[in-house]
């Protein structure tokens, strides 16, 4: 299991960095930085020769070549690509060591192949928002599959309390509260997907005015019908509406998780975690701060990326959380079965 563990950890961090990569390239305006798949302009690198070049711009005159755009989409290509090879590794190493097909290794390999049409449909569609969503939503679940992967092949058997109710509940919540937190993220890659970050400058809320200008319908609209979705095709007003919408989302998102992670920091004793609330607790404020800095001063590259990085990582914590609040709950039920018939057993004989 020692390879398994290597490899596994080796694909979180990887997959941390294409996150990073992939919020660089859509914050940059590069997604399309490369308008086939899944080379670059014909070519599996960008183009820099003067001839390559000429012959580049002329198998895509409608796009001219920009080097730098070019290199930031081809970079996170090929780490993603690296990535996709990894865990291809892990589900072959699983597979030869224990002669079956396991669950999670499998549902690593088909995400990752999924995730790899996502990104050639990506540029294909012309950065259609649903499946550039989509994207964000596959490369965040990557993570937290390969977290819970990494974490059962050393998970610590829990001992069952006598909080039986308690447990049950805390995880019946806790998939709530992640629900939410999931509803959230994919608000947000909705809004960066239809380029409506900066549809609203100002806080608490908007400009003024911005009652009155709600147009909900284009604004989730998941056909939308153009050829090319680059730089948006929405509406202001139905940019305000997404923006809006993802602030409101923001405000429900901290009050939901930060009683759960409150909640379960108070119940440590009875569920063994401790750290877990804490740095859920800590990733919820820095991502909210984060999310009124992009407001604040417009958007910066580095800020953005890392309200990304940072929303990846806090659903990672908060899916950990879950999962280890449904084992502890599964396993307190056990002894109650298991004491049934042995209880019956001591029972004296009526003659």
């Known amino acids: 299991m020692k390879l398994l563990r290597i490899l596994a950890s080796g694909a979180i961090v990887l997959t941390m960095l294409v996150i990073i990569l992939g919020a660089y390239t859509r914050l940059t305006d590069a997604g399309l ?41 081809m970079v996170h290509r090929y780490f993603a690509g690296s990535l ?17 097909i396991s669950l ?6 088909g995400l990752v192949v999924f995730q790899a049409a996502l990104g050639m449909w990506t540029v294909t569609l012309n950065l259609f928002p649903l499946v550039v969503m989509g994207h964000l939503l596959g490369g965040f679940s990557l993570l937290c599959l390969l977290v819970i992967y990494r ?3 050393t998970a610590p058997r829990y001992k069952p309390s006598v909080a039986l109710p308690a447990q049950s509940g805390l995880a019946r919540l806790g998939w709530l509260v992640l629900a939410i937190l999931v509803g959230q993220i994919a608000l947000g890659g909705w809004t960066s997907a239809n380029y409506a970050a900066m549809a609203c400058v100002e806080l608490p809320v908007c400009q003024a005015g911005w009652s009155e200008q709600l147009q909900f319908g284009e604004a989730f609209d998941l056909h939308l019908g153009h050829d090319n979705y680059e730089y948006g095709v929405m509406s202001q007003q139905a940019r305000q ?47 909210f701060s984060l999310g009124v ?21 806090l659903l990672m914590v908060l899916t950990l959380i879950c999962v280890q609040l449904q084992q502890q709950a599964q396993l307190q039920k056990q002894p109650q079965k298991q004491a049934q018939p042995q209880q019956a057993q001591l029972q004296p004989r009526r003659l």
């Open 33 to 73: 930085g490369c308008p086939d798949w899944p080379g670059c302009y014909g070519f599996l690198k960008v183009p820099q020769h003067e001839t390559h070049v000429a012959v580049a711009e002329a198998r895509f005159p409608e796009r001219p070549l920009e080097a730098h755009k070019a290199w930031n989409e």
């Open 84 to 100: 996709g090879l990894l865990i291809a590794a892990i589900f072959f190493v699983s597979w030869r060591q224990q002669r079956k």
């Open 104 to 109: 999670l290794p499998t549902a690593l390999l």
């Open 151 to 153: 974490w059962q092949l």
């Open 241 to 287: 509406t997404i923006h809006i919408a993802h602030r409101i989302g923001a405000m429900l998102t901290l009050l939901a998780v930060g009683w759960f992670a409150w909640l379960l920091w108070q119940r440590k004793t009875q569920t063994g975690m401790s750290r877990l609330p804490l740095v859920a607790g800590m990733l919820l404020l820095l991502q």
């Open 293 to 313: 800095a992009n407001v604040w001063w417009q958007l910066p590259l580095a800020n953005a990326v890392a309200h990304n990085f940072v929303a990846a990582n």
